[in-house]
């Protein structure tokens, strides 16, 4: 930078540049953007009406250049902030990017702003269906690009096709799910389902269904697999897949003490004592393959092997 008085042969003078800019309407090719962006970006906050305008085309000039990095530049440094909805929203979601996607969706808690969103990134109908399913749910559903996000779904080609309900207390399936015809991937983990949900053997294109730490018994999971040999339904979960390594583990252990309290094992395995539970009740099978013979009751697992009367 030069000021004026210190110019050098052929250096470029900043107050003419900046007199030049003034008068040319804010003119941003007489001004490197790094100097220009700044200087709207103050105008706008002080009121200059002409400023805002001219700082809000080149915002929307940034985005519509269709460069991911820029468009999160501006996002994190509260650009989009100066835009209306109306704006940037139709810029952003026409890349067809779930990463905009989901973080515009994301932001917004009011029901009108996330019912433009999503009739924007769904069809209506499926749009529909996820905010009466929010509303059923009394929670509201994260738009994600990773499968593990809890209480999320997914979209490809304007249709949900993975969504994941885990940990809600459900023990029925949502009536809305139904209306996801184009469904591939449902995951109802950490629930409290005893039985197969049935009611989704309507959509057409469901393949995979996870009911892992629900309450449904060793003998109904074999009756489903039989019954729905369509689907790849998974009973299992990283959290019973280490119960069942720890009774392995301590089977020596349990075969010279009567008992243990759920809630000793629970803080062994970082679990939540009720979750334990849970595993155990509705695990028998398999931990009993471990070669244990036990039972609980009132929060406390019994070695049956030393004929305790409980």
Not at 142 to 150: D, E, G, M, V
Not at 155 to 178: A, T
Not at 225 to 234: F, I, M, S, W
């Amino acid at each position: 930078m030069v000021l004026r008085g210190e110019r050098s042969s052929n250096a470029p003078d900043l107050l003419d540049n900046l007199q030049a800019w003034v008068e040319n309407n804010y003119d941003t090719s007489l001004l490197h953007s790094n100097l220009a962006f700044p200087l709207l970006k103050k105008l706008t906050e002080i009121g200059d009406s002409k400023g805002k305008t001219i700082f809000k085309q080149e915002i929307i000039k940034r985005l519509e250049s269709g460069y991911s990095p820029v468009a999160q530049f501006l996002f994190s440094g509260g650009y989009f902030d100066y835009l209306s909805q109306e704006e940037f929203l139709p810029i952003l979601l026409s890349w067809s990017n779930p990463i905009f996607e989901h973080t515009i969706l994301n932001k917004y808690e009011d029901i009108k702003d996330r019912e433009k969103v999503l009739n924007i990134i769904l069809t209506r109908e499926e749009a529909r269906s996820i905010l009466d399913l929010e509303k059923t749910l009394k929670t509201k559903l994260l738009l994600s690009n990773n499968q593990s996000t809890p209480q999320s779904f997914y979209i490809r080609n304007k249709h949900v096709f993975r969504i994941n309900l885990e940990n809600l207390y459900l023990q029925n399936l949502p009536r809305e799910i139904l209306n996801l015809s184009y469904l591939e991937n449902l995951d109802l983990s950490n629930n409290n389902f005893t039985q197969f949900p049935t009611s989704i053997t309507r959509l057409a294109h469901l393949r995979m269904i996870n009911l892992a730490l629900n309450r449904i018994d060793y003998k109904i999971r074999n009756e489903i697999v039989d019954k729905y040999p369509q689907y790849k339904v998974n009973f299992f979960s990283d959290e019973l897949s280490n119960v069942i390594k720890t009774f392995g583990e301590y089977a020596t252990y349990f075969n010279v003490i009567d008992s243990i309290k759920t809630t000793d094992l629970a803080d062994y395995l970082n679990l939540n004592p009720i979750l334990l539970e849970k595993l155990v009740l509705f695990n028998y099978k398999e931990l009993r393959e471990t070669g244990l013979t036990f039972k609980l009751q009132n929060g406390i697992i019994y070695n049956k092997s030393f004929h305790v009367t409980i």
